[in-house]
């Protein structure tokens, strides 16, 4: 499998009202970017064939023009939840007249991927690995605590991962996931369908996570924006990917 052979679903359907912005998330600039721009263009950098964005239904005009002049297999307004978002973004990748042989979910938000990470967990996703994503290993103390913030304990962080996007999937496990009519369920991840299906016997394989970059954060809050702004200027610098003229 190559990354010709894949599709990838970019979540972007979210609003700013975290980030304090006045448009959806997802076209919020960083660094004179949109968040959107910047994902799809590393993608495209990265040899994926097939990228569809699953945008903000009110903001239609607004992302095709955020993405003038890059190649978009489709734009398809989100739902109301993310895992609604990512079923309708599916169901355009899984029609393309060229089935890829996985399909990738990645959130826009996380806007500093660079091509060789979305190659890397592509790649992932061979024989009997059926499900990739990026993570790193827990490096904080974790403690159990109460609403009020009581500790009750402390938290084991041996094999603990925090995972990132893009998750990657074969596609026939997708569909077996989307028969088994579990992928209809919420999840607090893409991996987390593949864990039931598995841990159900629905399926069998494995699932693999590989090192992220300790840069790939999360555009969540406002200050994040400074902080990934800084980020790419470090990367320029260097001259890394991931960067979009």
């Known amino acids: 499998m190559t990354v010709r052979d894949a599709a ?58 955020a993405l003038a002049g890059l190649t978009v297999a489709a734009l398809v307004p989100g739902g109301v939840t993310r895992s609604a978002s990512v079923r309708a973004g599916l169901a355009a990748a899984l029609a393309a007249a060229r089935r890829p042989a996985v399909v990738g979910v990645h959130d826009a938000a996380r806007c500093l991927v660079t091509s060789a990470l979305f190659a890397e967990v592509f790649a992932a996703v061979a024989g009997e690995v059926i499900a990739a994503a990026p993570g790193l290993p827990v490096s904080d103390t974790l403690k159990v605590a109460d609403e009020s913030g009581a500790v009750a304990g402390t938290q084991d962080r041996g094999g603990l991962w925090a995972v990132h996007t893009p998750q990657v999937i074969a596609a026939t496990t997708w ?17 987390a369908l593949v864990e039931r299906a598995r841990d159900a016997g629905v399926l069998a394989g494995t699932i693999r996570l590989v090192r992220s970059e300790d840069a790939a954060l999360k555009v969540t809050w406002p200050h994040d924006v400074e902080v990934a702004a800084a980020v790419l200027h470090h990367r320029e610098r260097r001259g890394s990917d991931g960067e979009v003229a």
């Open 175 to 191: 569909q077996a996931i989307l028969a088994w009519g579990e992928g209809g369920e919420e999840a607090t991840d893409d991996l």
């Open 8 to 65: 990838l679903v970019v979540v972007a359907a979210g609003d700013g009202e975290r980030l304090g912005a006045d448009r959806p998330k997802a076209l919020v600039e960083v660094a004179g970017v949109s968040m959107i721009r910047r994902v799809v263009a590393t993608a495209l950098q990265a040899g994926i064939a097939s990228i569809v964005v699953v945008h903000h239904p009110a903001h239609h005009d607004d992302f095709e023009a």
